[in-house]
């Protein structure tokens, strides 16, 4: 039994230090070879762990972790590793001195509670419509990242993209990202060149060289259907008697062709998108008309031009309304970037999509400040969707930590000394972050230690200041994270490790492999 529970736990240890290193401003980067043979060059916990190839079922299980943290609250993947795995760590004594596990988890979820309610204490509201505080806000969730050397670039253009989904629907507030601000990625030029777009842009070019590639006020009409004549669903065979047979079936094809795009015309728009393919005669027809065509769109891409530009996708081209047509965009113009063309849909009065646009020497480079993009905008959302802080820097750890000590001295029983664990495992935040300044680790902590002891208004607030790894008031560093993603930490970390301990035997399910010196009998090997 407890010979699992330690290979686990040494496993969670295990997958805990990989990315210990990447925790905080001063953090190291790793650099990851993918099975392709693709290189990885990132500090985001995630997508490290994503990358690494583990067998230990205990460490598979953690690295889901990360995952699930990224996809609920896009920030503190790191922390929420590494909390887990100090928290397996503490409660080895506790095996070996033969406490059952169920004790063990017991004291764990009791100390969850206690957590999130001490957390809770310390946190302050924030004013959404500020946009000062938000970028404060996302300034201390990029400063561990890489793109920190550019300051405020991302975080403005997190600020902005997010401000643009946003979307208040008398009380419900829906922020999509993921569907509405897309990040288009474009090597070359300077990274000061990124901004989040008045509008949309997608890698696409007009179908025909002669169409106006610069309009200004286009009427944009959206369509999901094709500009061609209908083929027959099944195979259709035709018998023809005379040979002017063939020329009224070429012509009754034209003829169709031509009523699709007169119904277009009929509503004068100077810009037709579609989702699907354009034939050559839909083509001449609109091009007659000085109507810009632009063909085989991504679905996706649709939807936003559809928020930007006010219009309607439509299906058919014989419903076309006049409501259809947007109108609320102002240029529509095609750049060429690098080596490709692009459509850019500008000026936008309120646009409800946007994208973001990052220019960055290599590949490499705008791979990772996609991901702290990625999770500067889910910092944003969370503020925006619970508005409460509480303060960086390992306080709020910290802080936990000691309400946890002052608990766990009232608890009676067993279970008081798993409890006490959890409050030295919260400490492992700041300690990492010392660590990872360079600074002397002990002093460090035994400070902070003795000042959040303190009973004072202030005292909950003390950190590590990441980039000096001294002491400071967070309050004055305007080191913030939002209350959701400390929430989701501590409640991934406590719960798996609880799973993790209630496990006492790994049995495999393969059967060994024959000619490896073992027995392939029946019985499943036990894994060590």
């Known amino acids: 039994g407890s010979k699992a529970q330690l290979a686990n736990i040494r496993a969670a240890k295990a997958v ?30 995630n997508a490290i762990l994503r990358e690494i190839d583990v067998k230990h079922p205990a ?6 972790l990360s995952r699930t943290q990224d996809e609920e609250v896009g920030d503190g993947t790191t922390s929420v590793i590494i909390l887990a795995g100090e928290l397996m760590a503490v409660a080895e004594p506790f095996i070996t001195q033969k406490i059952h596990p169920i004790q063990i988890v017991g004291a764990y979820y009791r100390a969850l509670e206690h957590a999130l309610k001490s957390a809770e204490d310390i946190a302050k509201d924030v004013n959404i419509e500020d946009k000062e505080a938000i970028a404060e806000i996302i300034h201390s969730c990029i400063g561990t990242k890489f793109s920190s050397r550019w300051g405020d670039l991302v975080v403005n253009l997190a600020v902005n993209a997010v401000k643009t989904v946003y979307i208040n629907n008398g009380g419900k507030i829906e922020v999509d990202t993921k569907r509405y601000a ?9 990274l000061e060149d990124c901004t989040v777009l008045n509008g949309v842009m997608f890698n696409k070019d007009v179908t025909h060289p002669k169409m106006r590639r610069y309009i200004e006020n286009p009427r944009v009409l959206l369509l999901d259907c094709p500009l061609e004549y209908k083929k027959g669903e099944s195979q259709t065979n035709v018998e023809m008697m005379k040979e002017e047979d063939f020329t009224t079936m070429l012509k009754l094809e034209e003829e169709e062709v031509e009523r699709l795009c007169s119904n277009i015309m009929k509503f004068n728009p100077d810009v037709v998108i579609t989702e699907k393919g354009v034939s050559d005669l839909a083509q001449h027809y609109l091009m007659k008309q000085n109507i810009s065509v632009i063909r085989r769109i991504r679905k996706t891409d649709n939807n936003r031009v559809a928020r930007v530009t006010g219009a309607t996708i439509v299906n058919r081209p014989e419903e076309i309304q006049e409501s259809d047509v947007g109108t609320k965009c102002h240029k529509f113009e095609i750049k060429k970037i690098g080596d490709e063309y692009f459509t850019f849909m ?13 220019r960055g020497a290599s590949k490499d480079v705008l791979n990772e400040i996609e991901r702290n ?12 969707i619970d ?15 000691k309400e946890l000590r002052k608990i766990g ?28 300044c360079g600074c002397s680790v002990v002093r460090i902590v035994t400070d902070l230690r003795a000042r959040h002891a303190q009973e004072s208004e202030e005292s909950a607030y003390f950190g590590i200041e990441g980039n000096s790894g001294e002491i400071k008031d967070m309050k004055e560093c305007k080191v913030w994270e939002p209350l959701a993603v400390k929430r989701q930490t501590f409640k991934t970390a406590i719960e798996s490790a609880c799973m993790l301990l209630r496990i006492d035997d790994v049995v495999s399910g393969l059967s060994t492999k024959k000619g490896g010196g073992k027995p392939s009998s029946g019985v499943p090997q036990l894994e060590e």
């Open 16 to 45: 805990a230090d990989i990315i210990r290193t990447t925790l905080g401003p001063k953090s190291m980067l790793k650099m990851l070879l993918d099975p392709m043979g693709g290189i990885v060059l990132t500090n985001d916990g």
């Open 59 to 64: 460490a598979k299980s953690m690295i889901e």
């Open 182 to 190: 897309k990040i288009e990625k474009i090597p070359g030029g300077d």
């Open 346 to 358: 500008e000026d936008c009065e309120e646009p409800k999509a946007c994208s973001i646009l990052l």
């Open 373 to 384: 993009m990625h999770d500067a905008m889910a910092v944003a959302r969370n503020i925006i």
């Open 387 to 401: 508005p409460k802080l509480v303060p960086g820097g390992g306080a709020t750890e910290m802080h936990v930590s």
């Open 409 to 436: 001295q009232t608890i009676e029983g067993i279970q008081s000394q798993p409890f006490q664990a959890v409050a030295e495992a919260m400490e492992v935040i700041p300690r990492t972050l010392a660590q990872n």
